[in-house]
């Protein structure tokens, strides 16, 4: 891949957060750091417009002592199954779990399955992330 140099102009305080957000990161210099930021930007932006595959997480936090959570959570992973790729299962603690899904497929599919699982009774919380 080729790269082009560019020049940008940052307000000090924008730059003085970068830079303590790259000291967090021991490998990132402005560079890589501003590539990153932009390459998320326009992932996002791609998203939105809901055109083509995507590649992402679904992730849950539930309490699996409420009535039928885990038979509906297992039910919208099997009607979703060829966009899952895998699942991890996590014990947070005697009343909650953590169940990382990954997808893969149209925009619109992973929304609509991230949607789904988010609305099941029981579910804490659920954030779809899109990674490419």
Known sequence: MSVERIA???ERDTLEKLQASMGKRAHWNRSKAVSDI???YLTKEEWQVGKGRRVGTVSLVYNHHAHGVLERITEIQHDSGASIISTLHVHLSHDECLEVIAVRGKAGRIQGIGDRLGAVRGVKSCKLSIVA
């Open 38 to 40: 932009i390459r998320d």
């Open 8 to 10: 940008i102009s940052l």
